[in-house]
């Protein structure tokens, strides 16, 4: 007779390949809407010429300074609330041209605020991100946001120093956006207060003058259940890792009832120690992502009535402990902001597509959303990689650190730098950037949204 002995270790760790079908349909899809693809137009001024071509100019010869910064933090990715060395090249860099920088403003050690005024006018923020990801480095390619936006931010300061417009240019440093909620949390003690327009730009496979970002919460539910001897006496017990299986279940079965773009997915933090107990304790962690939000609450509680019944049916207590960190709204695009940038990136070389064009189903979130709900923002999306690659990757960290992440920064700086002084020089751009804002709801209370 065969021996029937299970093999103590059974090793075949290779997974299945997803099948690509759809993300070639996609990208065909894409590349024929791209060649018919109008980009958004402007109706106003702008800056004068010769302004714009001496910012452009001067980030040009800031290219080998910018380049260094964005490898620097390339090679030495720091994660959330931990980026002491790369806020530190920004400082240094910012002072070997002239300007000093506060580190450690707005209730976190690792942001930054540098400011240059030239008399009365508006106020321009640009926002650097140079958080990385555990294990993958520079996946969402910060290096590339932290660098173009310190390049625009020291053209806009020659530009106010010359004369050549009035007003004041910001450079924020905003730690932690990958999970930590670093803009939020300086929004709440003022970063942002005064400002009339926010710019930053944030790598991706496509140039995007548009690109929608879900808002995003988060859930953790910790069930309570009764230990018990697993084999003698199960029925003594109130197993807590069926909680957190039924609630992701639960969960399953939500997700056929939302809407296309909304997203709902979790993990098992803790199920257990041994499986010859019965779980006292387990726990499931759960992002949830929606496009508005008015539909990012009513998703919010869709699942928190899920994950209660889930207790109940299984005999466990539960706590659901929302938003452990910040939770990030949806961009609220500014389309006359977005129409100066697309406008000069065209002076690059580059087509920044409206939006629909690129799929909305390519989307994540971030916490400018968080922003763009408070003050006129843009977050364009800059090609520094093919469509075939994925944010969140090793892959997509190494273009960030190639040569054409190298073309990004100076690409992106140049535009983010002209777009902020069209915002400068312009009072009636500035005052349709307003009206656009205010009729998309003005201000939100986004602490008050969030209680």
């Not at 979130?365 to 003050?375: A, E, F, H």
């Not at 977050?379 to 093919?386: E, I, K, S, T």
């Amino acid at each position: 007779m065969a021996d029937q002995t299970p093999d103590a270790v059974r090793d075949d760790t290779r997974p299945t390949r997803p099948d690509t079908t759809y993300l070639e349909g996609v990208r065909a899809a894409t590349e024929r809407a791209a060649a018919g693809a109008t980009p958004l137009r402007s109706a106003f001024a702008g800056a004068p010429a010769a302004v714009l071509d001496a910012a452009e100019a001067a980030v040009e010869e800031l290219r080998e300074d910018l380049l260094a910064l964005s490898h620097r933090l390339h090679a030495c990715p720091e994660e959330a609330f931990a980026e002491h060395a790369s806020v530190r090249a920004v400082a240094d860099l910012l002072a070997a041209h002239g300007v000093q920088a506060q580190v450690g403003v707005h209730g976190l050690e690792t942001a930054l605020r540098a400011g240059v005024s030239a008399g009365e006018g508006p106020v321009v923020a640009v926002l650097a991100e140079y958080d990385a990801l555990p294990g993958i480095g520079h996946g969402c390619g910060h290096n590339v946001i932290c660098a173009s936006a310190v390049g625009a931010f020291l053209a806009l300061a020659a530009a106010l120093r010359s004369g050549a417009v009035g007003g004041t240019a910001l450079l924020l440093g905003t730690p932690a956006e990958e999970g930590g909620g670093g803009k939020e949390l300086m929004a709440r003690e003022g970063a942002f207060d005064g400002v009339d327009a926010v710019v930053m730009l944030h790598p991706f496979s496509y140039d995007v003058a548009v690109q929608p970002f879900l808002g995003r919460r988060q859930v953790r539910a910790t069930y309570t259940g009764v230990a018990a001897h697993a084999s003698a006496q199960p029925f003594m017990g109130r197993n807590a890792l069926d909680a957190v299986v039924a609630g992701y279940q639960g969960i399953a079965m939500l997700r056929q009832h939302i809407s296309p773009a909304d997203r709902v997915h979790g993990i098992v933090v803790d199920g257990g120690q041994r499986p010859n107990v019965v779980p006292a304790t387990a726990s499931s962690e759960y992002y949830v992502r929606s496009a508005e939000p008015a539909t990012l609450a009513d998703l919010c509680g869709r699942v928190d009535t899920v994950l209660r019944a889930a207790a109940a049916m299984t005999g466990c207590g539960v706590r659901l402990e929302w938003d452990r960190q910040p939770a990030y709204l949806p961009i609220r695009a500014n389309l006359e902001l977005a129409a100066r940038w697309s406008r000069h990136q065209a002076r690059r070389g580059r087509t920044a597509l409206p939006p629909g064009v690129v799929p909305e189903t390519l989307s994540g979130s971030t916490d400018l959303g968080n922003v763009s709900v408070r003050v006129p923002s843009i977050h364009p999306m800059l090609a520094v990689a093919g469509p075939e690659l994925s944010l969140h990757t090793a892959e997509f960290a190494a273009a960030a650190g190639s040569a054409s992440g190298d073309a990004g920064v100076v690409d992106g700086a140049v535009g983010l730098a002209l777009t902020a002084l069209d915002v400068l020089a312009d009072p009636d751009l500035l005052a349709a950037v307003r009206a656009e804002f205010e009729a998309a709801g003005g201000v939100l209370d986004v602490e008050g949204f969030l209680a």
